[in-house]
């Protein structure tokens, strides 16, 4: 089964792939791939799942240092 084009979801996403292809972990004519079949204004991140720590420091109730002074 071959791989599916995506293109990009977020603005932060675009940075990320440009500057992994400056780097060379990903090929340039990858990105531009990609860039072609983004379509529209993209926001800057994409609202959804929240990393694996903030969910265990939400239920196990920890907050910041800063915030327990304030």
């Keep these: 089964m071959g791989l599916v084009k995506v293109p990009f979801k977020s603005d932060s996403q675009r940075r990320k792939f440009y500057a992994m292809a400056k780097r060379g972990e990903i090929s340039k004519a990858k990105v531009a791939e990609y860039e072609k ?3 529209g ?3 800057e991140r994409v609202p959804g799942a929240k990393s ?10 920890r907050r910041k240092a800063s915030e327990k002074n304030a």
């Design 37 to 39: 079949e983004t379509k």
């Design 41 to 43: 204004d993209l926001p």
């Design 52 to 61: 694996e720590a903030k969910k265990k420091a939400k239920m196990y109730g």
